[in-house]
C-alpha cells in the first residue's frame, strides 16, 4: 500500500443502517469526532452515496432495508469498496435466527470489507477504513 | 404552490425511511402548505429484527446479551428491565451491592446518551462546533464504562440475578475524576447551550407539546417532563438502588425559564439530568456496601431456577429516553412462554404529529430529533411538487436548518 498515493485525495463514506442495534452506528459516528478525527486525512461521511467512495454498512439487512441497500449500492460511482462494520452484518450474530433478516450482508451486495466485533471499537473502524483505502488502490490500478 | 402561482395548494414531503442511524427508521409522511406543516403521519418498523421472537426461543441467561443489542445507546436498561421481570418470576434475590453496581452503570448510561443527544441537537441546528465538543466530552464515559464493564457499548455487565462484575476499590478513583470532570463542565456546557442567542433563537417556542398533550398521548421521559409532567420512574416506582438515593423528576424550572414544553426546555431537561446522574452516582459510591454481586455464581444454577420458574411478570425502567417496559412470562420451561417490549421511543413517538403541526420545514430535523428518537429521522426527503419529485437528502434538509439559523442572526 502506497501510503502517499491513497492520501492524494479523500476518501468519502456513505453510511447505510440496514436495521442495526445503533450501537455500530454510535461507534462510527465515534470514530468521526475529535478523539480520533479522521477527517485529518480526508475520510468523512457524506450524505448522498453518489459521492462516496466506500460504503459503510451496518445492522444485519431486515426484509424492508434489502432492496435499499441494493439500490444505495447501485447508485455508487466505481471504484467503489463495501465495508460491513459489526458482527450482525457479517454474520447475523445475535441476530442469526430472526426470521425477518435477508442479510448477512454479503448475501445482498458483494462486501471486499469485514470489521468484526459487536460493535468494533473505533480503532477497528480506523484499520477497516485503512483496508478499504488499500483495495480502493487495487481496484483503481486495474483499471 | 399551484402553477399559476396565485392559489396555494399543498403539497406531501415523506421523510424516510432510509436513515442510516435510527433504531426504528420511520416513514414520515408531511403534508405542507408552503413551508409550513398542515399535517403529519409516520409508519414505524423497519428495522424490525424480531427480537422477541428470538427471545421466546432462547433462555433468560442467553437473553441478557440479546436486550443489550435491542438498542446500542440504551441497552441496559432493556436488559435491567428483562432481568427484574425474571427475578420476580423465579423469585432470585439480587444482593444489595449488585443493586448499586447496576445503578452507577444505569447512570453513566445516561450521561453518555445525553451527551450523545446534546451532540446530535447541536449538529441539527448547524452548530457543529458543540457537536463536536459534546461528543468529545462523551468519551470520557465511554472510557469509564469500558473501565468499569470491559466494553465501550453493548457492556454486557447485568445478568439475571445481578451483575456480572464487581467494581473494586482501585476502580473508585478513576470513577471520582470522572465525576469531577463533568461537574468542573457543568457551568461550561449550560453557558454554551442556554445561553447562547442562536440556540434560543431556534428552540425556544418551537416544537411546543402542552401539558396537556403530553399526559394524552402518555408521554414518557425528558420529553414529558420538558412539558411539566412530574414523572420519573426512578422517583415513582424505584428499583435497584434508586430507593435509598434521592431522586426528584428534573422539570425545566429548574433555569428559571418557566415551563413551556418547547425544544428548548428538552435542552434543560436532558442537560440538568447528566448534573443530576453525577450526583445519583456519587451518592452510590458513598454508600455501597460490600458483598456478592450476583445471586448465584454458577450461570447453570441460575439457569435451573429460571427453567423451575411458573409465572408472570412486568417491569419498568426510567431509561435516558424514559420509560422502558417489558412483559414476561415463564412456564416451566427455559424459553419464556411470552415476551413484550415497550421501549420509551414508541411512547414518545405520537409526540412528533403534534410538535411538528404549524411548524416550518427547516424546523423538522431538531423538533424530529428533540425526543431523542435514537437519532433523527430525516435521511432523505423527496419532495412531490405538481407531481414532479426531487430528493432532498439529509444533508440539504439540514442546509436548511442552517440558513434558518444565519437568517435569524441577521
Ligand atoms: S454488530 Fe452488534 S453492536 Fe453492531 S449493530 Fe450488530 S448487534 Fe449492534
Redesign the pocket.
Known sequence: MKLSKAFSRSLWAFHFNSG??????I?VVATLTPRYDPERFGVKLVGSPKHADVLVV???VTHKMAPRLKRVYEQMADPKVVMV??????SG???YDSYNLDGPVDEVIPVDVYVP????RPEGVIYGVVQAIAKLERLESEQ | MSEDGKKKASYNVPIGPIHPALKEPCLFNFKMNGEVVEEADFAPGQAHRAIEWMGMRRNPVQIVHLTD?IC?ICGVSHTLTFARCVEQIAEIEVPERGHYVRTIIAEYERIQSHLLWAGVAAHELGFDTLFHLCWRIREESMDVIEYLTGNR??YAIIQVGGVRRDFTEDQFPRIEKSLKYYEDLVGKMLKLFLEDKTISLRSKDCGVLSYDDALQLCCVGPTTRASGVNMDVRQDAPYAAYGDIDVTAVLPDVYGGGINGDVYDRIVVRLFEVVQSVGIIRQCLDQMPVGEVLWEKKYPKILAACKKAVGEASASVEAPRGECFHYVRMNGKPEPEAWKVKASTYSNQLAWLKMVTGEQLADLPIIVASIDPCMSCTDRVAVVRNGKRDVLTKEELHRLSVEKTRRLMQ
Do not use: K, M
Not at chain 1, 466485533?117 to 468494533?120: D, F
Open positions: 442495526s442495534c445503533n450501537g455500530c452506528d461507534e451496518t445492522g444485519p462494520v459489526g458482527s450482525c452484518g457479517s450474530g445475535v441476530f466485533g459487536c460493535p468494533p | 443489542r446500542g457499548v453493548n
